[in-house]
């Protein structure tokens, strides 16, 4: 019988050991407490300086083994999320919207149907590529994450890193398509919130742009954080060429 494949971002994430130095630096305070207060009650003030010192450094230690215990234990949340392909006909669907939109811009008689599709797989494609050679990290595609539906998604260190594409060829990202990504995220923030295992969760829109440099630099003017203030999520916004991305995987 095959073995059923493991819904889980776990498989992605590398683990970790856990570490018992919080415990550690524990009982070494308490020590160093006990060996204060017996050189103050002698009168060893030079050696109680010390202790006060070591007492300090203790402290910056502990705090920040308590940051990297937050983050490791934000490493291993992630495979507590679980997650699904995005049905074909899902995809399918968000294929029509997408040649649907590029051919209201660019006029049917100008670029067929499946020019356009093959234009915009191949894109998403390349861009997911050039992310995973970026972040050093395998980017899971089409997949949902805490029952929400994704182009991308991928963990890196504590953080649920969740990806929505788009292929522009002008200075345009409709603010109807912010509001949906934003709609998205939240939905995932909120849940992960609820699950309350110390994991972050950031929106990574990434823009494959076949366009002039003029117009990229208009739409790199328009992508101001104020049209992604609708959530508290952090937003890390990707822009890439359609022509760089193909002569860096495709052809020299």
């Known amino acids: 019988m095959a073995r059923q494949i493991e819904n889980s971002l776990d498989r992605f994430v590398p683990g970790q050991a856990g570490s018992a130095m919080p415990l550690i630096a524990a009982v070494v305070g308490v020590l160093l407490f006990a060996a204060l207060v017996v050189s103050l009650a002698a009168g060893l003030f030079a050696l109680a300086g010390i202790i006060v010192a070591s007492l300090a450094g203790l402290g910056g230690f502990v705090y920040v083994a308590f940051r990297e215990q937050r983050r490791l234990l934000g490493r291993k949340a992630a495979g507590w999320i679980d997650w699904e392909p995005v049905l074909p006909e899902v995809q399918r669907e968000n294929l029509r919207i997408a040649v649907a939109e590029l051919s209201r811009i660019l006029k049917p008689e100008a670029n067929s149907a499946s020019d356009l599709q093959t234009a915009f797989i191949v894109a998403e494609d390349l861009a997911f590529r050039q992310i995973q050679q970026d972040e050093s990290v395998p980017v899971m595609r089409h997949v949902t994450a805490a029952g929400v539906a994704f182009d991308a998604v991928f963990a890196k260190g504590d953080t ?82 359609f022509g760089e991305l193909q002569r860096t995987f495709i052809s020299e």
Request: a positive charge; aromatic letters at 4%.
């Open 160 to 241: 649920l890193v969740c990806c929505e594409a788009a292929f522009l060829v002008a200075s345009e990202l409709r603010q109807d398509r912010v509001v949906a990504m934003m709609k998205k995220i939240a939905a995932v923030k909120r849940s992960v919130d609820t699950m309350n295992i110390g994991m972050k969760v950031r929106l990574m829109p990434i823009l494959i742009t076949q366009m002039p440099t003029g117009e990229v630099d208009k739409l790199r003017d328009s992508l101001s954080t104020a049209r992604f203030s609708s959530t508290s999520t952090d937003i890390d916004i990707r822009l890439f060429d």
